[in-house]
């Protein structure tokens, strides 16, 4: 952290500095001591902390790729050639849970019953017009190739957090 090259008032100085924050750092943990207390030792006991908060955000796996949502994003995907417009799908993949306070990681995915997330596809679009160029040097070759790619468009909709089911002993 700190450069040993440096000689002189101006070493000690950020030896001075860096015990101050030092200190500024463990005050400010010790404030925060209320969150702290409030850690869950399980997994039902956190679900019960991040649905007592008042949004929430997942990180879903979608086509293969990771994305940050919230309730009324709307993600737009490479092309999902096997659904129509206004299908509802299930987003099973789930990665993280989270609230303004509180995160759930899973390990690598939340287990499919603690979260439900579902989306609607919106509509099925395409991206700007691309253009490829081939070229080859001194052969008069030259051939442009057009192209817009296909996306969907889903809209997410409400992140819904179960509630844990007490099962009858019997």
């Not at 400010?28 to 702290?36: F, G, L, N, W």
């Not at 092309?79 to 993280?96: F, P, S, Y």
């Not at 995915?109 to 070229?135: C, R």
């Amino acid at each position: 952290m700190l450069l040993r090259s440096i000689a002189g008032p101006s070493w000690r100085a950020s030896i001075n500095c860096a015990k101050s924050k030092t200190r500024t750092f463990a005050t400010e943990v010790a404030s925060k001591s209320s969150i702290a207390a409030s850690n869950p030792s399980s997994t039902s006991a956190a679900l019960d902390l991040i649905r007592s908060q008042p949004s929430h955000y997942v990180i879903a796996s979608v086509v293969g790729r990771k994305y940050l949502l919230t309730p009324r994003d709307v993600l737009t995907v490479p092309r999902l050639n096997d659904v129509k417009v206004g299908d509802t799908l299930a987003l099973t993949d789930i990665h993280e849970l989270g609230s303004r306070e509180f995160t759930l990681r899973g390990e690598p995915l939340i287990p499919k019953g603690k979260v439900s997330v579902k989306a609607t596809v919106v509509e099925h679009t395409k991206g700007p017009m691309e253009f490829i160029v081939k070229k080859k040097r001194r052969k008069g070759y030259k051939k442009t190739i057009q192209h817009k790619q296909t996306y969907t468009r889903l809209r997410i909709g409400e992140i819904d957090v179960a509630a844990e089911v007490a099962s009858p002993s019997s």
